[in-house]
C-alpha cells in the first residue's frame, strides 16, 4: 500500500485502550460511527502518515517480550522496571477519557518527566480564552494574566521551548492581547498563522466567503442581536455571543443563528456561550497544529518533539483529537461530565500557569547541552589584524616579480617574495616580502 490508510478501532476492543492514534468509536453509536468513517475518508494524507507511524513504532516496541514482561509484572514475578512502558511514548489514560481525573501539582513530575527527556525539544500549543486568561464578559476584558506573563517570557527564551498560541480570535488581536515576541501566534483557529520570523500563513477561502459573511451579519444583526446578544467581527469569520443575554433566551437565540448560519453555507460552531460561523473548509486547530509542528521542525518532528496542548473548549477538541497518542493534552474544565479527547484534565487558568511553572523548572534543570569542540589548529600566522589557521605548509616557493615601482623613491627595484599558503593573501596586501 502506497499511502497509509486510517484504524478505526471499538473502545471494547482491547487495542482500544493502548492504540490512541487510531478513530475510536462505539459501534452502537450509529451516528458517531458515519462521522468517524467520514473523518478518516477525508483526513489529510500527513495526518494520515503521522498516526500510522506512531501505531507501527509502539507495536515496534511493544513487542512480544514487553508484553511477556509486563504480564509477569503484573503478577509480581517481576520488578517493577521490567514492566515499565515505552521511554518515548505520552502516558497512558488508564481508561477513557471521561474518566481522567484533574492534575495536582505533585502529578506532574510523575506523569510529564519520564515524556519530556534530557534530549527532545518542546513545543507548547497553548489556546487564549479560559485557557491562559479566565473568560471574560467581553473579548477585550480578557487580560492575560501578569504572572502567566512572565512565565511565558522567560519560557520563550529557552533554546529548546517553542511556543503557540493558537485562539479563535483575529490573528491581531491575540497578538496585542499576548503580547510577547518570537512566539507563534494562530488567529481564527488557525486560518491565520504568524512565525516569528515573520513569515504568514493564510488558509485559502471560498469564492464569494466575504458576500456570504455580510450577509450572515446582517441577517444576525436583525433577528438575534436583542436582550443582550452582539456580533463580534473577526476577519474570516464571525462570533454571535449571547452570554449577555437572560438564560431562557439562550435557546431560541441559539437555534436562529445556528439557522441563519448553515443557510449561507458557513459552519455553526459551538463556543462558551457563543455561536461562531466559520467558512466550509477542511480546516482546524488540529490541522493549524500540524502545519505548525511541520514548519517549525520538519516533516520529521515526531522523532525529536514532544507537544504539550492545553485548551479549554469545544475547538480545542479537534486539536486533541488530531494529536491523540503522538501529545500530551489537557482540557481545561471542572466537569467531569464533559466529554474530551485529553489526555489529562485541568481545572482552570490557575492550573495551567502551574503547569507552565512546572515546564519552566523541568527544562531549565535539564543538563545544559554544549556544542562539539572544534579541533584546534596546529598553529596561527598573525597579519597584522588576520588570523590564519595553518595546519600542514608545503614548501615555500622562490617567485620573482621584475620592474616593480617604489613608491619612495620612484626607482624601480626587484622583489622576491615566498609564496607559501601563510601568504596566499598577497592580493589583499597581505604578502610577506624582501626587497633587493
Known amino acids: 500500500v502506497d499511502k497509509p490508510g486510517v484504524l478505526i478501532l471499538s473502545p471494547f476492543a482491547g487495542a482500544g485502550e493502548t492504540m490512541h492514534e487510531a478513530l475510536v468509536v462505539n459501534p452502537y453509536e450509529i451516528s458517531e460511527v458515519a462521522e468517524v468513517i467520514h473523518r478518516a475518508l477525508t483526513m489529510p494524507e500527513d495526518e494520515r502518515e503521522l498516526r500510522m507511524y506512531h501505531l507501527r513504532r509502539r507495536e515496534r516496541q511493544m513487542d512480544i517480550s514487553h508484553w511477556l514482561n ?11 522496571e521490567d514492566g515499565i512502558p515505552a521511554p518515548n511514548a505520552p502516558p497512558a489514560t488508564n481508561g477513557s477519557s471521561t474518566q481522567i481525573e484533574p492534575m495536582s501539582v505533585e502529578d506532574f513530575d510523575e506523569f510529564l518527566a519520564s515524556y519530556i527527556d534530557e534530549s527532545s525539544k518542546l513545543a507548547l500549543l497553548l489556546d487564549y480564552d479560559g485557557t491562559l486568561a479566565p473568560i471574560a464578559p467581553k473579548p477585550h476584558l480578557a487580560f492575560l494574566p501578569k504572572e ?82 452582539w456580533i ?49 473548509v477542511q480546516w482546524d486547530k488540529g490541522r493549524a497544529s500540524i502545519h505548525i509542528l511541520r514548519t517549525m521542525y520538519g516533516v520529521d518532528w515526531c522523532e525529536r518533539v514532544r507537544v504539550i496542548y492545553c485548551g479549554d473548549d469545544h475547538t480545542d477538541e479537534d486539536a486533541m483529537r488530531a494529536l491523540k497518542g503522538i501529545a500530551t493534552t489537557f482540557r481545561v474544565t471542572t466537569s467531569h461530565a464533559v466529554r474530551t479527547a485529553a489526555t489529562r484534565r485541568l481545572s482552570s487558568t490557575d492550573s495551567v500557569l502551574t503547569l507552565l511553572r512546572w515546564v519552566e523548572r523541568h527544562m531549565q534543570g535539564r543538563p545544559m547541552k554544549l556544542p562539539p569542540r572544534s579541533p584546534s589548529p596546529a598553529r596561527s600566522i598573525i597579519d597584522g589584524n588576520i588570523f590564519i589557521p595553518v595546519t600542514t605548509l608545503p614548501p615555500p616557493v622562490e617567485v620573482h616579480m621584475e620592474d616593480a615601482l617604489d613608491g619612495d623613491a620612484g626607482r624601480r627595484r626587484r622583489i622576491s617574495a615566498t609564496k607559501s599558503p601563510m601568504n596566499t593573501a598577497t592580493a589583499n596586501g597581505a604578502g610577506i616580502g624582501k626587497l633587493h
Open 232 to 280: 463580534e467581527p473577526k476577519g474570516a469569520l464571525l462570533t454571535f455571543h449571547y452570554r449577555g443575554a437572560p438564560a431562557n433566551c439562550h435557546s431560541k437565540l441559539k437555534t436562529d443563528a445556528t439557522k441563519i448560519i448553515t443557510k449561507h453555507g458557513f459552519t455553526a460552531s459551538p463556543a462558551h456561550c457563543a455561536i461562531e460561523a466559520r467558512p466550509p
Open 148 to 229: 502567566t506573563k512572565k512565565v511565558l517570557l522567560r519560557l520563550s527564551n529557552i533554546a529548546d521551548v517553542h511556543i503557540a498560541i493558537i485562539s479563535g480570535r483575529s490573528l491581531q488581536d491575540v497578538k496585542e492581547m499576548v503580547g510577547i515576541d518570537g512566539l507563534t501566534y494562530a488567529g481564527n483557529h488557525g486560518l491565520e498563522i504568524l512565525h516569528p520570523d515573520g513569515t504568514k500563513f493564510v488558509h485559502p477561502v471560498p469564492q464569494g466567503h466575504e458576500e456570504n459573511l455580510s450577509q450572515i451579519k446582517q441577517e444576525l444583526q436583525e433577528s438575534c442581536c436583542r436582550d443582550g446578544a
Open 70 to 80: 509486563a504480564f509477569l509484572a503484573d503478577m509480581g514475578a517481576l520488578i517493577a
